[in-house]
C-alpha cells in the first residue's frame, strides 16, 4: 500500500555573531550538523555558520528554489532578531530554532544561544509567527527527533497547500457534526473542494462497464475467503463504486473524498458504498461517509504522519466496569489495521443487508486519536492516546476494543465536555506531538482528550 508519503525537506540557517567563541562555536555547530545526518530529512544548507547578512543572504536561495517545507534555524550563538525575522518572512514557511544549554562556569557566556531564539520568537511574534522551539544540546538525538517530529508536520501542511477534497453529495439532515466552512479549510490548509450530486455520482458509476470491477474484485477475493457468498452482482457494484472513485482521484488528484453513503447508494443503485470506501482508505486517499468533510482531514493528516491506514469511526460503546470502550464503523476500515489472528471477511450492511463491506478486529496496538473539531463553536484539535487490546468482534464490520489513557468513564466525559464530534479517526503509533506541532503552525487549540 502507498500514502504518498515524501520525505520532510528543511531549509537549515546555523546563526552566529563573531563576537563569541567562534572556536568552540564551530565544534558546536559540527556536533549539531551530525545530529541532523540521523534524521530521515533532505537538509538544505546549514554546512556553514553564518555571521553576518551577507553570509545569509548569499545562503538564502539555494533554500528558497528546494520548496522546503520549513526553517530550521540553528542558533550557534546569540544574534539580534534582525536576520532570522528577515529569512522567515522571505521563506513565509514555518520555523524551528533549535538553542541549547550553556556551561554554568562563572566566566564568559561562550555562545549564549537560548537568549538569541528568545529575542527572535519575540520579534516574530510581532509579525504574527510563532515557533517550534526545541532547547537541547547539539549532540543529543532527542533534539533530531523533535526537529523531525517538527518537520512532520511542517511537509504535511506544506503537501496539502493547493490539493483538494470532493464531496459526493451532501450530509444528512441533522448531522451538524458533518458540515463545515470551505473558507476555513482554505484559510489554515490551503485546501479546496468539488463537489458532485450524489445521483449524478451513482449514474457515472452504473455508465461504467462491468470490467473496472475485476481488478477491485480479485483483490477482495484474494482477502475474504468467503466473498463468493456474497450477492455476486450487489458486490461488483461496490467495486464499479470503488473504481469510479479511484478513477476521479486519479484524474482530478483529489487528496480524499467524503460520501453521502446512505441511504443513496441502497435505494438507488443497490449495493453499499463502505467496501469501496475501504479500498479507498488502503490507497491512502482517505474516504469517509456521512458528508464528515474534516472527518476525513483528520484521516489524511494521521495517514500522512504514520504512512499507514486510517479509520475514521464512531465511538459507540463505553464500559466503564470493563475498562474499554469500543471504535466501530460499518466496514471501511484499511485491511492493514485488521488483527492477523483473527477473521479477515467480507460481510453486508448491518441495516441495508447488502455487500460489500469488511468484517474484522482491530489489531493490538498503540493508537493515536484525533479530530479536527468544531465542537463549543470553534475550530480546535482533539487528539488522544490507547491502546486496542486483542478481543472478539465486538460488532459486525470493522471494529477494536480499546483501553484509553485514562479510565473510560473520564474519556466519555471528556469527550462529551468538550462537545467531539461523533467520527475520530484513529491510526496506529503515536503522532500526538506532531499533531501538536501542525495544531501551533496553523493556529489551531489542542485538547488532549485523554491527559491525566
Not at 58 to 87: H, R
Request: overall charge negative; glycine content about 8%.
Amino acid at each position: 500500500m502507498s500514502y504518498a508519503v515524501r520525505k520532510p525537506r528543511l531549509g537549515v540557517l546555523a546563526l552566529g555573531r563573531s563576537t563569541f567563541d567562534t572556536e568552540f562555536a564551530a565544534k558546536v555547530h559540527a556536533q549539531a550538523v551530525n545530529t541532523l545526518s540521523a534524521m530521515d530529512a533532505d537538509l538544505v544548507g546549514g554546512k556553514e555558520i553564518l555571521y553576518d547578512a551577507a553570509a545569509l543572504e548569499a545562503a538564502l536561495p539555494a533554500i528558497e528554489a528546494a520548496d522546503v517545507d520549513a526553517l530550521l534555524i540553528i542558533q550557534v550563538t546569540f544574534t539580534d532578531a534582525e536576520s532570522t525575522v528577515a529569512a522567515a518572512l522571505k521563506l513565509g514557511k514555518p520555523v524551528i530554532m533549535w538553542s541549547w544549554a550553556e556551561a554554568r562556569t562563572g566566566g564568559r557566556l561562550l555562545l549564549n544561544s537560548f537568549c538569541g531564539v528568545n529575542l527572535a520568537s519575540h520579534a516574530l511574534s510581532r509579525h504574527g509567527k510563532s515557533i517550534i522551539h526545541v532547547h537541547k544540546d547539539a549532540s543529543d538525538s532527542e533534539a533530531a527527533a523533535e526537529i523531525f517530529h517538527a518537520a512532520q508536520a511542517a511537509s504535511v501542511l506544506n503537501q496539502l497547500k493547493g490539493q483538494k477534497f470532493l464531496l459526493i453529495g451532501e450530509h444528512p439532515d441533522g448531522f451538524d457534526a458533518c458540515n463545515f466552512d470551505p473558507n476555513d479549510l482554505f484559510r489554515l490548509f490551503g485546501m479546496t473542494t468539488d463537489h458532485i450530486d450524489i445521483l449524478d455520482f451513482i449514474e457515472e458509476t452504473k455508465a461504467q462497464p462491468d470490467s473496472v470491477a475485476d481488478a477491485p474484485y480479485a483483490r477482495r477475493a484474494a482477502q475474504f475467503p468467503n466473498l463468493g457468498e456474497l450477492d455476486h452482482d450487489a458486490t461488483i457494484k461496490t467495486c464499479k463504486i470503488y473504481a469510479r472513485m479511484r478513477d476521479k482521484a486519479a484524474e482530478q488528484g483529489y487528496l480524499g473524498m467524503t460520501v453521502r453513503c446512505w441511504p443513496h447508494f441502497f435505494t438507488h443503485y443497490g449495493a453499499a458504498a463502505c467496501g469501496a470506501m475501504a479500498m479507498m482508505n488502503e490507497d491512502g486517499v482517505p474516504c469517509g461517509c456521512e458528508g464528515d468533510l474534516y472527518g476525513v482531514l483528520t484521516a489524511l493528516l494521521l495517514t500522512r504522519l504514520q504512512n499507514s491506514g486510517a479509520f475514521n469511526t464512531d465511538l459507540v460503546d463505553v464500559d466503564v466496569k470493563d475498562d474499554t470502550v469500543v471504535f466501530w464503523h460499518c466496514g471501511q476500515a484499511p485491511i492493514d489495521m485488521a488483527d492477523p489472528e483473527g477473521p479477515i471477511r467480507g460481510t453486508i450492511h448491518s441495516n441495508r443487508k447488502l455487500p460489500l463491506l469488511s468484517e474484522f478486529c482491530l489489531k493490538p496496538g498503540r493508537f493515536t486519536l484525533a479530530r479536527i473539531s468544531q465542537g463549543k463553536g470553534k475550530l480546535r484539535l482533539l487528539i488522544g492516546g490507547g491502546e486496542m487490546i486483542s478481543r472478539p468482534l465486538a460488532f459486525s464490520g470493522t471494529a477494536g476494543v480499546a483501553r484509553m489513557d485514562i479510565p473510560a468513564g473520564q474519556f466519555m466525559k471528556n469527550l462529551i465536555t468538550e462537545g467531539m464530534e461523533h467520527h475520530s479517526g484513529i491510526v496506529y503509533g503515536d503522532c500526538r506531538e506532531q499533531l501538536k506541532m501542525i495544531a501551533e503552525m496553523i493556529g489551531l487549540e489542542v485538547v488532549d482528550l485523554t491527559k491525566a
